[in-house]
């Protein structure tokens, strides 16, 4: 009795994952055909320093602009693209475009471009940077590389060294999605890191009394081991007061920017450069 209700089990579910993984499939292909096709973008997102209220830089986050889809979110295709391979041309793609858009930036801002495991555990990705900053002309010292936790989580040791060339040559590299991963701290001891961000989780929640003493414990963190502290989705006033009071240097989110076109970034830029010039 119980094999035959598992086989009508069977003959139930059996269409419905057909579809899913048809559709699985067929974003595999669309995904593929987009980096030729040139369907991909990238918007950016500033970065204040909070004390003096100056945009210091600007996160580059990769649009998917597809004709059949529509507009799709990073979240829904970077894993895929993980996945499949494809991120290590898109990841480079990104990274020269950020650096290119960066180079016609007033000096000293900074470019943060977010990068997969995926990237830093493929050959030759400390030379695509390389090659990325010496097309553009950005200094190594105004770029900024992103990495999540999760990232690391299996401690290569071609990872790190790859990490530690890389900061070498002065590139700066951030531990994205702070507080998220499993072993948020001992990452900080593993590997070679300049700033952390605040996952924005906890920034929205900060409201309450717990996550506002995880976050002001983060930030304490951060200032004794001399590691920058950036906080993430700050989106009112009072979160960003919080975070001042608390000492945090960074903030990013709604309420300083959303995530703009390059030309639009690039207009706030120029505007707050000569602005902070004339006094
Ligand atoms: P992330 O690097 O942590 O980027 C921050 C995300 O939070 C962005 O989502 C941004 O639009 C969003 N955000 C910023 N401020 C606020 C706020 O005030 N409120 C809220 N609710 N959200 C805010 P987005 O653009 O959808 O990107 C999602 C994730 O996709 C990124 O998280 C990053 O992990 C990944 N990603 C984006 N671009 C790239 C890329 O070029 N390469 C790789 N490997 N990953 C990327
Ligand atoms: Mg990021
Ligand atoms: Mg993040
Ligand atoms: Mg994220």
């Known amino acids: ?63 998917w602009h597809s004709p059949a889809r529509g507009t799709v979110a990073p979240d829904a295709f970077i894993p895929v693209a993980e996945e499949t391979g494809l991120i290590v041309p898109l990841g480079e793609w990104a990274l020269r475009k950020a650096c290119a858009a960066a180079a016609s930036w007033p000096p000293g801002l900074r470019i943060a471009v977010n990068v997969s495991a995926v990237q830093l555990k493929s050959g030759g990705f400390a030379r695509s940077v390389i090659s990325a900053l010496a097309f553009s002309g950005v200094p190594a010292g105004q770029l900024e590389l992103e990495i999540t936790e999760t990232v690391l989580m299996d401690e290569s040791k071609a990872v790190l060294k790859t990490l530690r060339q890389l900061r070498d040559l002065g590139i700066r590299i951030a531990l994205d999605d702070f507080g998220t991963g499993y072993s948020s701290l001992a990452y900080l001891r593993r590997f070679p890191v300049d700033k952390i961000k605040i996952d924005r989780s906890f920034i929205r929640d900060m409201g309450n009394r717990d996550t506002a003493a995880i976050v002001r414990t983060i930030i304490g963190l951060g200032n004794e081991l001399g590691i920058v502290v950036t906080a993430e989705g700050v989106e009112t006033e009072v979160q960003l007061d919080m975070l001042h009071d608390n000492g945090c240097e960074e903030a990013q989110g709604y309420l300083i920017g959303v995530p703009s076109k390059a030309a639009d970034i690039q207009r706030l830029l120029k505007a707050r450069a000569l602005h902070s010039q004339t006094g």
């Open 1 to 63: 009795r119980a094999k035959s209700e598992g086989r009508n089990l069977y003959r139930f579910f059996e269409p419905a994952m057909d579809a899913i993984v048809q559709a699985r499939r067929a974003l595999e292909v669309d995904l593929d055909a987009a980096l030729p096709r040139q369907e991909f973008d990238l918007d950016f997102q500033p970065i204040m320093n909070i004390a003096s209220g100056e945009i210091i830089g600007a996160e580059a986050l990769m649009r």
